[in-house]
C-alpha cells in the first residue's frame, strides 16, 4: 500500500454518482463493488464494476425509507458465493443472485409483528454454517437464522427477547463452541451458533440508545464498547461442555465509541471514542494515545496503517503505532452539508469512501 499520499490524496480511479442517499458501505467482490442506496421513493441494492464504477445492475429492494437524521438504506451488502444479502432500513431481508435475481425475501416486520429501531435497521446480515442472521427483536427469539438457500427459519435464539442494536454480529468459536457474539439494544450476547442457544449476556458496555460498534475478538476475548458516555470491556470466554460463560476483564472509559467502528492491529485497539481518536492495549486496556485526528468519523485498518474518515469529509492515513499519534497524510472530500458516516472500505489496493450519493475509488496500492 502507499507509505504516504500526496497532498491533494491518492489517485482517484473512478466515482460513481447517483447511487442515491443511505449510509450502506462498500462490500467488494470478485471484480463487483455492492452497496445500497434510496433514489425517489424506492432503494436499490446496487452492483458496479469495479474496474470503473459503471452500473452493472440495481435491484429495487424496497420503499425509501426516512429519517431526520437522513433517509435511505443503513445496512452494507453481504456477498457469500453466488449470492448477496442484505437487510433494508425498514426491514426488508433479500438474497440476491449476483446476476441481480431474486432469490428469496421477508419482510421482517411483518413477519415477526416487531418495530422498526428509532434510526432504522441497520445490521449487516452474517452468513454461518449455511445460515443467514440477524437480529429481529421477535418474541419467539430476538436473534434469528434463516436458511441460507430458501429463506425458512431455522432457530430462533431460546431464552433471549430484546431488541435489535445497530451493529452487526460476528461468529467465533471458543474451545470448540462455535457462537454468534452480537450487540443488542441492551445486552451484548452469546448465542451458539448450531442452535440459537443463549450462552451468555453483559450489560456493562451497552447504553439505552443505540449501541452500534461491532465487537472485536481474538484469544477467547471479546471487546465490546458503545457510547453515550457509557465505556468499553474486555470479556474472557470460557466454554466447558458445551457452555461458555463471560467473565470482565477491564472495563475502561477511554473508549467510548458510537458508530464509527474499533479496529485491532497487533495487541492494540484503534478507534474513536467521542470526537477523539484513541489507541488502547487490548490485554490490559492501558490508554496509550489520544489525538483528534480528523475529528468524529470512522477507522479501518491495512497494511499498517489507519484509514480515518471523519464524517466532516477529512481523511487521513495515520500509522499503526502505540507510542503516538503519527498522521503521515491528509486530504478533504469535496464539501457536503450530509455528515459521511458509512464507513470507508479497502479491497484489492483501492480505497473506497461513500460520499452521499457517490462513491470515490482510489488507489492506494503501492509500488
Not at 474496474?51 to 435491484?59: H, I, L, M, T
Not at 471458543?174 to 443463549?198: F, P, Y
Request: proline share 4%; with cysteine.
Amino acid at each position: 500500500m502507499l507509505a504516504s499520499w500526496p497532498a491533494g490524496g491518492p489517485p482517484r480511479v473512478w466515482t460513481s454518482s447517483e447511487i442515491g442517499r443511505g449510509y450502506s458501505s462498500i462490500a467488494v467482490a470478485r471484480g463487483r463493488v455492492y452497496t445500497t442506496g434510496s433514489i425517489g421513493a424506492d432503494e436499490f441494492l446496487f452492483a458496479l464494476d469495479a474496474s470503473d464504477g459503471g452500473e452493472v445492475w440495481r435491484f429495487r429492494t424496497g420503499d425509501t425509507y426516512e429519517n431526520e437524521r437522513g433517509g435511505g438504506p443503513r445496512s452494507t451488502p453481504t456477498v457469500d458465493g453466488d449470492r448477496v444479502f442484505v437487510l433494508g432500513a425498514s426491514g426488508e431481508l433479500w438474497a440476491v443472485s449476483v446476476e441481480g435475481r431474486a432469490l428469496w425475501h421477508l419482510p421482517i416486520l411483518e413477519t415477526f409483528q416487531v418495530s422498526n429501531l428509532a434510526w432504522g435497521l441497520s445490521e449487516s446480515p452474517i452468513v454461518e454454517g449455511g445460515k443467514v442472521i440477524i437480529a429481529t427483536g421477535s418474541a419467539g427469539g430476538s436473534v434469528v437464522a434463516f436458511d441460507r438457500d430458501s429463506g425458512a427459519i431455522v432457530w430462533q435464539s431460546k431464552g433471549l427477547v430484546e431488541a435489535p442494536g445497530y451493529a452487526s454480529a460476528i461468529a467465533v468459536t471458543v474451545g470448540g463452541v462455535r457462537q454468534i457474539v452480537h450487540s443488542l439494544a441492551e445486552h451484548v450476547v452469546g448465542i451458539r451458533a448450531r442452535d440459537g442457544e443463549l450462552l451468555w449476556s453483559y450489560a456493562g458496555a451497552s447504553n439505552p440508545w443505540s449501541n452500534c460498534t461491532t465487537p472485536i475478538f481474538r484469544d477467547d476475548r471479546v471487546f465490546v464498547t458503545s457510547a453515550y458516555d457509557t465505556g468499553g470491556a474486555l470479556l474472557k470466554l470460557t466454554s466447558t461442555r458445551d457452555q461458555t460463560d463471560a467473565a470482565e476483564v477491564w472495563f475502561t472509559r477511554d473508549l467510548m465509541n458510537h458508530h464509527g467502528g474499533v479496529v485491532l492491529v497487533d495487541r492494540f485497539l484503534y478507534g474513536f471514542s467521542k470526537s477523539v481518536l484513541t489507541c488502547l492495549d487490548f490485554a490490559t486496556g492501558e490508554l496509550q494515545w489520544k489525538d483528534r485526528s480528523v475529528g468524529n468519523g470512522s477507522v479501518i485498518a491495512a497494511d499498517g496503517m489507519l484509514y480515518v474518515l471523519s464524517q466532516r469529509g477529512r481523511v487521513a492515513l495515520v500509522r499503526t503505532t502505540p507510542e503516538s499519534y503519527q498522521e503521515v497524510s491528509r486530504f478533504e472530500l469535496e464539501p457536503d452539508e450530509n455528515p459521511r458516516w458509512a464507513h470507508p472500505a479497502i479491497a484489492d489496493g483501492r480505497l473506497y469512501i461513500r460520499d452521499g450519493d457517490r462513491i470515490h475509488c482510489y488507489g492506494v496500492k503501492g509500488p
